[in-house]
Structures are given as C-alpha cells and as structure tokens.
C-alpha cells in the first residue's frame, strides 16, 4: 500500500487539516518483477473507498496502529481514507469546527478530484468504532445515495454529551430510513460499558422492523483489541455486498 499524509485548507474548518489516505500499489515483489517504466501513469484500475472514523480521544492513526485494517485493504484492493475528528462527533459544530461537511464536502471532493484511482462511480463506505461510529451511522443515514456501507463497531448510539435535538438521533434517522436496504454491519461485546445501552437501541431496531440489528460478541469489551478482531469479518462484510 502507498500511503500519504494530505495537509490541505478546509473551508468545513477555515484552517488546514491533515488526514492519511492509502492506495493499493505494488508490493515489493511486485515492484522487482515490474518491466513497465510507466505503471502507475498507464494504470486505468479505481478502487473503492473506505473512510475510517476513530473513537474519542483517538486521531487518524489509530485505526492504522491498532488493527490489521490497512493490511487486509491491500490484500482486497480497497483504497482507506483516516480523518482526524477532534472530540466533534464527526457533525457540523460550527461556525469553524463544521466536522460533517469536513468529510461529505471538502475531503471527498478533493480526494475523487486529485486522485484518478479513486472514483465516484466505485463503492464508497464510511466506518468508525465508538463516537467514529456514531459519526458513520450518522453519515451513512444521511447520504444512503452516497455511501454503499456502514461499518460501526460499539457505536456510542446513545452520546451522552450531545443534544440531539440540534442534529437529530438516529433513532430518528433510522426511522427516516426504515423502508430501505441498509447495508449496515453493527457489533458489540457483552463486557462493552455501552452494552446495555445498545441492547436498548437494538430493540428499538426490532421493534420497528428496521432490517439491522447488533451482532453481539461474548466477552468482548470496548477496546481495540475487539475491534481489531472484528477487522476481518468487516472487510469480509464489505466484500460481500461489492466493494
């Protein structure tokens, strides 16, 4: 995998931010092997898009340093984008902390415009674990015409430190989107601080008849030594539904 860190100006926060972004390129015993002095500039392949938001108190390097994730991207040809989300919950909390139109705006309109192996027309998906994945159930729920998938492990579907009336809950959301195929993988541990809380939310989800609901893992906690061992069956997951 190629991986780059991008600095750029962002209008969603009148400053500049960084996030890393991680390409499907040659490995080493493909380099040697390669005869073509023009590979990457004759190279017409688009991979999909994954976004990966991390949990609170976390930055873009922590999926990258915690989970196998940009190991089995290469291994499936997914192309991954790390954000920083700064304790924003990944939402417009403007007037320059705007952190949702951050992702739907500024970092995707300049990723599709600068890199030609990223494109519109390949599968995009947004995942994220504890506040990243309450900002990509968040996110998917309002761009389902957007985003393919959604993966979030132990999800903070309940956030205790964010008025909801301002944004609307996703219980609302879901209900938005009740009648339509989700494709959304939800998972937490039975030893999870949050689990109560969404054994609650996946009710919610039942009783409404919303075509999602958790995978429970037993004796799983709110770590990333879960998540990681979920990396796999997400990847599995993504490929199953086309990325």
């Not at 969603?12 to 490995?27: G, Q």
């Not at 994954?50 to 040809?77: M, P, R, S, Y």
């Not at 007037?95 to 192996?117: A, M, T």
Request: proline share 2%; net charge negative; glycine share 6%.
């Amino acid at each position: 995998m190629a991986k780059l860190t991008i600095e750029i100006y962002a209008k969603a926060l009148a400053r500049r931010t960084t996030f890393d972004l991680v390409i499907p390129s040659l490995n080493l015993h493909g380099c040697l092997n390669n005869e073509n002095e023009h590979y990457y500039e004759n190279l017409e392949k688009t991979y999909p898009l994954v976004i990966f938001l991390h949990g609170f108190g976390d930055n873009a390097n922590a999926w990258q340093n915690n989970t196998q994730v940009i190991k089995l991207c290469e291994e499936n040809k997914i192309a991954a984008c790390f954000i920083n989300g700064d304790n924003k919950w990944y939402l417009n909390m403007g007037p320059i902390d705007d952190y949702y139109s951050l992702i739907e705006r500024d970092i995707l309109d300049y990723l599709y415009g600068n890199f030609r192996c990223l494109s519109r027309n390949m599968p995009l998906g947004i995942a994220g674990v504890s506040m990243g994945g309450y900002g990509a159930l968040y996110h998917y729920l309002n761009n389902t015409n957007k985003y393919q998938a959604c993966i979030a492990l132990s999800p903070a579907t309940k956030p205790d430190s964010l008025d909801e009336s301002k944004y609307g809950s996703l219980k609302d959301l879901f209900l938005v989107r009740k009648n339509d195929k989700l494709n959304i993988y939800l998972s937490v541990g039975t030893k999870d601080f949050i689990y109560n809380a969404s054994k609650e939310f996946d009710t919610f989800l039942s009783e409404n008849k919303i075509n999602v609901s958790y995978k429970i893992i037993e004796g799983a906690d709110h770590s990333w030594n879960t998540w990681n061992n979920q990396t796999l069956e997400v990847i599995n997951y993504l490929k199953k539904i086309g990325f």
